[in-house]
Every structure is written in C-alpha cells, then in structure tokens.
C-alpha cells in the first residue's frame, strides 16, 4: 500500500473548536476536573469556555481524529487525507475549513441547522491538560451523511479507516458501517485468493481493495461507560491505539486480573476477529516510556510484544502535550498508507508526537518538516 494523493486515508469522529488556555487548580476546581482527563461537558461545566477566552485563549481545530487527521496529511503527500463529522452552520466551522484547507485536510462535513459547532475547552496546567467537550452539532452526527452520494464514494476509495473512540458516543451505526466494509472488502479478496488456488489460474486478481479498519480508545471513560458499543467493534479492528491510561480502564472494566500493559495488550490483540487474513495489531503508548506493540499470532499462539522506545526530547523543549497520542497515531497511519513496516510506522509515530509537544495545542511546525528514519 502506496500513497499516491488519492485519499487513502479516512477519519472519523467529532469535529471540534478547541478552546485552550493556561490554568491553574483553582481553576480545575471551580469545574470539578482532574489535570490530565477528558470528559464530556454536563450543565455545570458551561462557564469554562468564557473563562478560557478571558484568559487569552488559543482557538484549534481540533477533536481527537482531526488532529490526527491533520498529522497524517502532514507526514503524506497532498491530497491523502478526509476527515468526517458533524459541525453547525456557524463561524466556528467556518474556522474549522479553513484550518484544514490550510494543511491540505478534505474535509465532508455534515451541517447541522439546529447545534452549534461542538468546542473542547483545554485546561493547561504545567505539562497535563484537562479537556472538557461540549459535543454540540458533533453529536448529531448520522450515518446516512456517510452512506450519501457525496461521502460513500470516498469511503470505496479509502484504504484506512481511522476512527477515534469519542464517536462511541455519537454514531456507533457509522462506526460499523465503515469496519463492516472493511470486513467485506477483505473477504473479496480473500475469496478470489481461494479461487485462484483452486483454479487453474494462479494470478491474483482483486475483487477490489483491501482495507484497514484502525480504532482508538480515546479516553478512560469510553471503556469504562461505553463498553457495549466499544465492544461491538472489537472483532472488526486491524488496529487498536490507546495510552497505558485508557488500557488499564479497558482492563479493570473487562474483568481482566492484571495491571500489565503487555498482557493488557495481549489481551486485545488476541481478541476473536472477523478478517482472520490480518492477525490484530494492538498498540498501547506510555507518554515517555517505551510504546507497547502486541501482535497476534495467525495460528493462535500467543501474542509477539514489542517495545518501541520514544524519540527522547528534554523537558525545555516540551510546550504542550494535547494531542500528543493524536499525533503519534496520525505518524503512525501516514506510515501505514505508504505500506511501511511496523518499526517505520511506530516511529513515525514518535517522530510526529515529537513535533506537536514542541508546539501550543495538536500543532505542527511549518515550514513543514520531512520524516527520516
């Protein structure tokens, strides 16, 4: 697999206005959050996105999957990236396309009349930040604007799916209708393979593309309150990305006896899968520590762990790290659209993660820097 700037890679998620600003515990606090969390805004939380713009607040597009979404249209040719979601009628959508015009992301979005566009207020104290989301328009998301005639032929087109577990909360329709397609184009091309074996014709002939279905865990409180849906995914991922954080969460609420992030890992990449052609690659990251890679045995033996080592920057260097993971998997898929192999790709991972912290908010530098292993 190539990229040659045909949209090869499809995201999927909540488009949001990240509002970010420097805080303190007081203000943490005064909204009742911890300093390194994400949850979803409930009524007592509505006052934080004027008190973040009365602190000079920095305005990002952002949302989990679009910060990956513009890390990996970073790191590949133009024209690679299309990101979907749901936004309002307003300015700060207006906000959102034009960042991503800025660094060549396609964007197909659904307007909706009624919502505003969603915002993610960021509280940034010392190198943890806090983010609390008021989903908004992002939340009324439907499949049926990613079957339309605009959006479904881009999703034939894609190579990759990528979609960050936030969505779990929105459209878990839409998730599976893009891990299901993965599935059925895989088994296309799987049966051909059988004919062709069979047949006197040995030349493989694809019955179209296959397809990689890669999902994040996102935060805690997705396989800690949204078990059932995240679950539903579990047999369609060729992928699976989350932190140690997110992992552990994962295994206390699945009844799994252990702390370990190996066996955590393990554990998910042996899960029961649906395309058996592509044995399940789990990846668990751990800020400084090395990156965790679990993968599955195609006979059913027992998962291969790797260890990945970060790209070691100093603690002067680092500004910001939200969307630190966001820009570690946007390396990571920019390596998987070019066909890299694993080492490459969770190295591109590293080297994209150390760019971002070394800027304010999911950033990356321009001019625009080249990956070179």
């Not at 939380?45 to 249209?73: C, E, F, P, V, W």
Request: charge should be negative.
């Amino acid at each position: 697999m190539a990229s040659g700037g045909q949209y090869e890679l499809l995201c999927l998620e909540n488009p949001l206005l990240d509002i970010q600003a420097k805080g303190d515990e007081a203000l943490l606090q005064k909204y009742g959050l911890k300093a390194n969390d994400a949850i979803l805004a409930e009524e007592k939380h509505m006052g934080i996105y004027d008190d973040l713009l009365s602190r000079d607040a920095k305005l990002i597009a952002g949302g989990a999957a679009q910060n990956t979404a513009r890390g990996a249209q970073y790191a590949l040719p133009p024209n690679s990236v299309v990101y979907v979601g749901c936004v309002g009628r307003d300015k700060s959508a207006e906000t959102l396309e034009s960042a991503a015009r800025a660094v060549g992301l396609k964007v197909a979005y659904r307007y909706d009349d009624t919502q505003p566009t969603g915002r993610c207020g960021v509280v940034i104290t010392g190198h943890d930040r806090s983010m609390c989301t008021d989903l908004a328009a992002a939340n009324c998301y439907k499949v049926e604007h990613l079957k339309s005639a605009e959006v479904w032929p881009l999703v034939e087109a894609a190579q990759v799916y990528y979609v960050g577990g936030f969505h779990l909360t929105v459209s878990p329709e839409a998730i599976m209708a893009l891990a299901e397609e993965a599935a059925a184009k895989n088994k296309d091309v799987e049966d051909r393979r059988l004919q062709g074996a069979e047949g006197m014709v040995l030349t493989c002939v694809h019955v179209g593309r296959e397809q990689i279905f890669m999902l994040s865990l996102s935060a805690p409180f997705i396989p800690e309150f949204f078990k059932d849906p995240l679950d539903q995914t579990a047999p369609y991922w060729d992928y699976i990305v989350g932190n140690e954080t997110e992992a552990l969460t994962y295994a206390k609420s699945h009844g799994l006896s252990t702390t370990s992030i190996p066996e955590i890992a393990s554990h998910l990449a042996s899960l029961p899968k649906k395309n058996t052609q592509r044995p399940r690659t789990a990846i668990v990251t751990q800020g400084t520590d090395p990156t965790i890679v679990a993968l599955a045995d195609a006979a059913g033996g027992k998962p291969t762990i790797k260890e990945f080592p970060v790209h070691a920057i100093s603690k002067a260097e680092i500004t910001d790290t939200n969307g630190a993971g966001d820009a570690f998997a946007g390396g990571f898929l920019a390596g998987i659209v070019q066909g890299k192999s694993l080492e490459t790709a969770v190295d591109m991972g590293h080297w994209l993660a150390s760019l971002s912290i070394r800027e304010l908010g999911p950033s990356y530098p321009f001019p625009k820097k080249t990956y070179g292993a």
